[in-house]
T-cell receptor
Framework: KAGVTQTPRYLIKTRGQQVTLSCSPI?????VSWYQQTPGQGLQFLFE???????NKGNFPGRFSGRQFSNSRSEMNVSTLELGDSALYLC?????????????FGDGTRLSIL | KQEVTQIPAALSVPEGENLVLNCSFT??????LQWFRQDPGKGLTSLLL?????REQTSGRLNASLDKSSGRSTLYIAASQPGDSATYLC??????????FGTGTRLQVFP
């Protein structure tokens, strides 16, 4: 069974640009969550999608958005990039929403802002 | 506000030692607690999930305990091996349905 796939693995952008990251969950998993990991703040929850609807949201500005498609694949978008957005962005999938079951993580997209 | 702390931040031990990693949380209103490992440049791998009604979970050389009333969990690793070297993270599922992660313990097991 294929794991969670995130693309691209690495991305370099400049301030003010926008970026879209993609996540393909494990087959059969309907919930996708996104996290930001930085050395200073650690792992922080961004949002969770289930059945194409945003089910939960962390404390991030509106520049961070996402969506989920009917095949459960998810994308997250960050607009007007800032230096502080440099981070490892992790996606996790699970069978059902809410974190009640083990979450399976992808290897992440490392985003660097110049 | 739920806060999760892990002690120690880093640990270096010789191969074969038994070791304990600690995780503490400030709000006991949790649904479950999970332990993950993260290898450099990689995502997280789920190790153990303990429901709030459980006291412990075991998988191979790993044993995790949960004391919800005191806000503590421990991860016990028996007979450590160099392959166990990684960062270990605990996370609690808060009543907001969000996973709150700890700060992590970076473990190095040397031959």
């Amino acid at each position: 069974k294929a794991g969670v796939t995130q693309t691209p693995r690495y991305l370099i952008k400049t301030r003010g640009q926008q970026v879209t990251l993609s996540c393909s969950p494990i087959s059969g998993h309907r919930s996708v969550s996104w996290y930001q990991q930085t050395p200073g703040q650690g792992l922080q929850f961004l949002f969770e999608y289930f059945s194409e609807t945003q089910r939960n949201k962390g404390n991030f500005p509106g520049r961070f958005s996402g969506r989920q498609f009917s095949n459960s694949r998810s994308e997250m978008n960050v607009s007007t990039l800032e230096l502080g957005d440099s981070a490892l962005y992790l996606c996790a999938s699970s069978l059902d929403p809410g974190g009640y079951q083990p979450q399976h993580f992808g290897d992440g997209t490392r985003l660097s802002i110049l | 506000k739920q806060e999760v702390t892990q002690i120690p931040a880093a640990l270096s031990v010789p191969e074969g030692e038994n070791l304990v990693l600690n995780c503490s949380f400030t709000d006991s209103a949790i649904y479950n607690l999970q332990w993950f490992r993260q290898d450099p440049g990689k995502g997280l791998t789920s190790l153990l999930l303990i429901q709030s009604s459980q006291r412990e979970q075991t998988s191979g050389r790993l044993n995790a305990s949960l004391d919800k009333s005191s806000g503590r969990s421990t991860l016990y690793i028996a007979a450590s091996q160099p392959g166990d070297s990684a960062t270990y993270l605990c996370a609690v599922l808060h009543n907001t349905d969000k996973l709150i992660f700890g700060t992590g313990t970076r473990l190095q097991v040397f031959p």
